[in-house]
Nanobody, 119 residues
């Protein structure tokens, strides 16, 4: 069993940066691939990107490429989502998830952290 806790969200202005953290407890985090998702009000949850457990390779969807970066610190059992050049359309609840079991399907989920970007 793995427990995930996101933090680092908040209210920022367009163009600002935020770094979200996803801290894990219960199992060694390095055993899992970790993904980030987001859900805006009235919209379905969407995939942002992920980081492999084996080689640390990352993958991003188009809206995240060049602006967002995922990294991990296995010693701290933490994965990060660095978000730069934030836009109002990035406003959403951001979730991390661990232990990928299929396409955009993960076994463990955090509770989410709110990111609000004002124009």
């Amino acid at each position: 069993q793995v427990q995930l806790v996101e933090s680092g969200g908040g209210l920022v202005q367009a163009g600002d940066s935020l770094r979200l953290s996803c801290a894990a407890s219960g199992r060694t985090f390095s055993d899992y691939s970790v993904g980030w998702f987001r859900q805006a009000p009235g919209k379905e949850r969407e995939f942002v990107g992920d980081i492999n457990r084996s080689d640390g390779a990352t993958y991003y969807v188009d809206f995240a490429k060049g602006r967002f970066a995922i990294s991990r610190d296995n010693a701290k059992n933490t994965v990060y989502l660095q978000m730069n050049s934030l836009k109002p359309e990035d406003t959403a609840v951001y979730y991390c998830a661990a232990d990928r079991t299929g396409l955009n399907t993960y076994r463990y989920w955090g509770q989410g952290t709110q990111v609000t970007v004002s124009s």
